[in-house]
């Protein structure tokens, strides 16, 4: 699986504001990093569907695992089921980030936001296929939706991670105080209904976070 | 019998799947099967025997994730029990089929689910020991041999094998997984992986799990081209596909076995399933292969030294191993070492891995000091970050051992000599740990003057190797360069002997190129003649400057001039496009301020050289162009004009100037202006903020103790508590780890009232800061620089 991280995005994750360019020696260093990252980067994915069931405004069942969280359970308002999903890049863009450790800071900065802005991209590729899948299938894919957004609490990685057994499959693991290692690494959770619902707002514009200083600003 | 006489002379066959199988009986995701054990034994003990009765001549005990992280003391489930019962069932499945005499029990231990450490948070002895505790209880309640499969990160089998090594006598057969790119998902290759197994003396090793068995072919063809020990195969019943959000696999029984049969043919030793495949699999599978013809192992006999993700073979092209990570004759190296600056050795790593060396060696020895701790320290910082094979370089034997205990890979090893003192100290690590070791041609009675004295030296070398088990290839032999100007005839005697050494020891050789010019001038001159006569000889490696063009020069052309070099592909690639050689020391691009402000690291280090040379004083350079400079892209970073790359570019432009004048004050420390002691806390691994702060306070005359990432409160303590310091800074990037920012801050405030405490990182504002007693909130680099400069206010 290859994945492009887009310009814009890395510089975004670098704190340039809408519409402020890099100079041209800033530029270059970014476009060299991050087709560093690119191709450091061994993308993967694992997924599985889960039956839901839901108990009042915040009690959920994804499959075996208990979460209370009021605004996983609104967004998973109405569907009959859920995709587990988890993406990393792989080790060897942590270890791209490590190797900048030794006083590259500005190179450490730029594999930092390129790897961010690479993971979200293989994630919506392959969320987007997920999505043809479902819909094959008569069912209409949900925005994900990720543990440490709003109130679905971060201690629900472990139970995420051997679910899907991404240790052994994918190299994805949690760390006891709930990091994901590979540390370019997501995982997440996808409602399936058979209803369409119309979602315009997804990734970071349904952030309840609205003084993130690297929310991206509506075009 | 054992079936130690079994491996290798007769094909044997493992069991198939069994997450598989339990799920279809009920296993739900995300439960422990291992608990099976205990909560339906009767149905582990029928799988057992279903796959007995299939044919299957080893049986896989049910404790792939049994490990004290799944199974913690004081919970549900004890993991001996687990254990002890895993074991137990398959030998009652044995039992009842009535095969004790020809089926064997392999204690199953799979990868632990946590990533080892400096990548992740496992310390490699906790991997040990974590492992060690299941081999114990698994030799105890009988089991025949360890199987240590599914492993994608070869540092963590190398914990299990080490376990298994120390723990039992039984015969340990490694499997990892492959993907479809060949390579282990920590980045390790078929030849890295099976030099790190032969090195550290597994009986079997190989592949399973990943993909089916047609996708395996590429792999197991490495396998057979490297590897001199039996060679195991268990793939899935094809590559694992989801339907309606199952797994499925998708090979049947048959076609299962029939590829496997061709597999067969590529000279495999055992064979069984993984994922997906069942007691049919492997009834098939059986039915086709068992009276298929055998070829036992074949011995390869090659030189091999890797990292974790990288083979070098020593033997074929001449192999160059980096010489500078070295302190002799060098004061700023020294230096470096006195001050702990891991960084200054990292640096020294990557400039020549870029200059093209395929092996780094590693010598940090000092007198003063303790240099099984540092060489281990140095050892673990470059495997981390750079994939080239590491020399660990060092005449201390408790060195050597700790370094080769902790190295990821089958490293080099220099250096053992003739002397039997050494080679006791030496080779039993040798055997226990693997590695290439570098055999010096002298003994109790010195250097011998003659050819015949160093070709005997290295025959007894060898032959000592050999009663401990060390075969000829894994021994490197050193001719010994001594100096022309000092000894006519010295540089003839060691040609002499290192075109003797491949023929009449059969062992590859290897030089210290440089030692030869000593006492004469132009010495380039003279040490690239020599290495490329030495070259003609034979020479298998070199220990040399990688960075000199002289030296390079003549490696590439040799490989040229004698084939090696493919329609001079490499040469070209160096040197294509020159007409002449490239300008020295060209002037610089611009002054000194310009190049911190726009960033140009090369520039701000060549105006400082050149600024010097034109006689400026070191310390005016600092205050009067670079500070000023750094002063102004701070201001404009602060302002919101200029962003972070920009400030960091600078940065890091001003860090090559004080580089240079560090080097011009000749060892002297520059006067710092305080030391801050900077730490991301426990539990979290983010270090960019850090660092950034890092360079940010240096630059501004600080002196820096970092202590990395996922640090204790007691370290960060005791870092603290040493005289002077008043200022501690801490990074935390997750909610989850600013619970241990808060209790280090109030570790700090009730041992060390007199210090302050400035944090920062993405969750953190000053509100939160406060809350958790940080003496200052810092939302970026140049804000803590504000805040040390008040800490340790200009006298």
């Not at chain 2, 057969?173 to 090195?199: C, D, H, M, P, Q």
Request: glycine share 10%; net charge negative.
């Amino acid at each position: 699986m290859t994945a492009a991280a887009p310009y814009e995005e890395v510089c975004r994750y670098l704190g340039y504001k809408r519409g402020v360019q890099p100079d041209p020696e800033t530029e270059r260093l970014i476009r060299a990093c991050t087709a560093r990252v690119e191709e450091a980067a061994e993308p993967k994915v694992v997924s599985t569907v889960l039956p839901l069931a839901c108990s009042g405004e915040d009690g959920l069942k994804l499959g075996p695992i208990g979460v209370k969280s009021a605004a996983l359970a609104k967004n998973l308002r109405g569907c009959g089921q859920v995709i587990l999903f988890a993406a990393t890049l792989g080790l060897e863009v942590d270890r791209l980030i490590a190797r900048s450790g030794a006083g590259r800071v500005a190179e450490g900065a730029v594999y930092q936001a390129a790897g961010a802005a690479l993971i979200e991209a293989v994630c919506d590729a392959a969320n987007d296929a997920l999505r043809r899948e479902s819909e094959a299938e008569g069912w209409y894919l949900r925005p994900r939706f990720s543990p440490g957004y709003g109130d679905f609490s971060i201690t629900h990685q472990p139970d995420i991670t051997r679910l899907l057994r991404t240790p052994e499959r994918i190299g994805l693991t949690v760390t006891d105080s709930m990091l994901l290692l590979p540390v370019k690494s997501v995982t997440a959770v996808m409602g399936r209904a058979r209803q369409a619902v119309p979602c315009h707002r997804q990734g970071c514009e349904a952030c309840g976070k609205t003084d993130c200083p690297f929310r991206r600003e509506s075009a | 019998m054992n079936i130690r006489e079994k491996l290798g002379r007769e094909r044997l066959f493992f069991d198939g799947g069994t997450g598989t199988l339990l799920q279809a009986q009920g296993l739900k995701g995300g439960e422990l099967p291992e608990t099976w054990n205990l909560l339906h034994p009767e149905r582990i003990q029928a799988l057992h025997r279903a796959y007995l009765e299939a044919g299957a001549d080893i049986l896989c005990t049910n404790t792939f994730g049994a490990n004290a992280l799944k199974f913690p003391e004081g919970g549900q489930f004890a993991l001996e029990a687990v254990v002890t019962a895993g074991v137990d069932l398959a030998r009652a499945a044995r039992a009842e089929a009535g095969r004790e005499r020809n089926a064997w029990i392999a204690l199953d231990l799979g990868p632990t689910g946590k990533l080892l450490k400096p990548m992740g948070e496992l310390d490699f002895e906790d991997a040990v020991a974590l492992y060690a505790q299941v081999v114990r209880t698994g030799a105890e309640a009988g089991a025949d041999l360890v199987l240590i499969e599914t492993m994608s990160d070869g540092y963590e089998a190398k914990a299990a094998v080490l376990a298994a090594r120390e723990n039992c006598d039984l015969p340990v057969i490694v499997t990892t997984v492959y993907g479809e790119n060949g390579k282990l998902l920590t980045g390790g290759t078929v030849a890295s992986t099976v030099a790190l197994l032969e090195g550290l003396g597994v009986d079997a090793l190989g592949v399973n799990c990943g993909m089916g068995p047609a996708q395996m072919e590429p792999i197991v063809r490495e396998l057979t081209a490297w590897s001199s020990l039996p060679i195991v195969i268990n793939p899935n019943a094809g590559l694992p596909r989801t339907q309606g959000g199952r797994t499925v696999f998708d090979v049947g029984p048959e076609e299962f076995a029939a590829v496997m049969e061709r597999l067969s043919a590529c000279s495999i030793h055992l064979m069984g399933g993984c994922c997906g495949t069942t007691p049919d699999h492997i009834r098939a599978l059986t039915a086709r292969c068992r009276s298929l013809p055998f070829s036992p192992p074949v011995p390869k006999a090659r030189t091999v030294v890797s990292s974790y993700s990288r083979a070098v073979e020593i033997g074929k092209s001449p192999v160059l191993i980096g010489e500078r990570i070295n302190p002799t004759g060098k004061k700023r190296f020294k230096q470096a070492l006195r001050e702990h600056d891991i960084e200054y050795l990292l640096n020294e790593g990557f400039a020549q891995e870029e200059a093209g060396a395929h092996i780094l060696d590693v010598n940090v020895g000092l007198p003063e000091i303790d240099e099984p701790a540092l060489l281990t320290e140095a050892v673990c910082a470059l495997q981390a970050v750079i994939p080239l094979p590491l020399q660990l370089d060092t005449s201390d034997p408790a060195a050597m051992e700790r370094a080769m205990r902790r190295y990821n890979g089958k490293p080099m090893l220099n250096s053992v000599s003739g002397k039997a003192e050494s080679m006791a100290a030496v080779f039993p690590l040798v055997k226990k740990y693997g590695g290439v070791v570098v055999g010096l041609t002298l003994d109790e009675a010195g250097i011998p003057p003659t050819a015949d004295g160093r070709v005997a030296i290295a025959k007894k070398i060898r032959d000592t190797a050999a009663q401990y088990g060390i075969p000829a290839h894994d021994l490197v032999i050193d001719p010994l360069t001594l100096t022309v100007s000092s000894q006519p005839d010295a540089a003839l005697v060691t040609l002499e002997a290192l075109g003797r050494i491949g023929p009449e020891v059969g062992c590859p050789t290897i030089l210290g190129v440089s030692n030869v010019s000593f006492g004469l001038p132009q010495r380039e001159l003279v040490n690239t003649a020599f290495f490329t006569m030495a070259l003609q000889k034979g020479l298998s490696c070199a220990i040399l400057n990688p960075r000199s063009a002289g030296m390079m020069g003549a490696w590439r052309s040799y490989r040229a001039l004698a084939g090696l070099d493919e329609q001079c592909g490499d040469y070209l690639a160096a040197y294509g496009g020159q007409t002449a050689p490239a300008p020295a020391a060209a002037e610089p691009a611009a002054p000194l301020d310009e190049c911190v402000l726009r960033g140009l690291k090369e520039g701000a280090a060549q105006a400082t050289k050149a600024a010097l040379a034109e006689g400026a004083a070191p310390l005016e350079l600092v205050d009067r162009l670079l500070i000023p400079a750094l002063d102004q892209v701070g201001r404009g970073f602060e302002a919101g004009t200029l962003y972070l790359p920009q400030l960091l570019m600078s940065a890091e432009a001003a860090k090559a100037a004080f580089e240079v004048v560090k080097a011009a004050m000749a060892g002297q420390s520059r006067e710092t202006r305080g030391t801050v002691v900077l730490a991301t806390v426990k539990g979290d691994i983010h270090d960019i903020g850090k660092n950034i702060v890092k360079v940010l306070l240096e630059n501004y005359g600080f002196q820096v103790e970092d202590l990395g990432r996922d640090v204790a409160p007691e370290v960060i303590a005791a870092a603290a508590a040493r005289p002077g310091v008043r200022l501690v800074g801490l990074s935390a990037l997750m909610t989850t780890t600013v619970v241990h920012m808060e209790e280090t801050i109030a570790l700090l405030r009730r041992q060390l009232p007199q210090v302050r405490v400035v944090v920062g990182g993405a969750v953190l504002t000053a509100e939160y800061a406060g809350r958790i007693g940080a003496h200052c909130y810092a939302r970026d680099a140049m804000a803590t620089v504000h805040f040390a400069q008040q800490v340790y206010p200009q006298t």
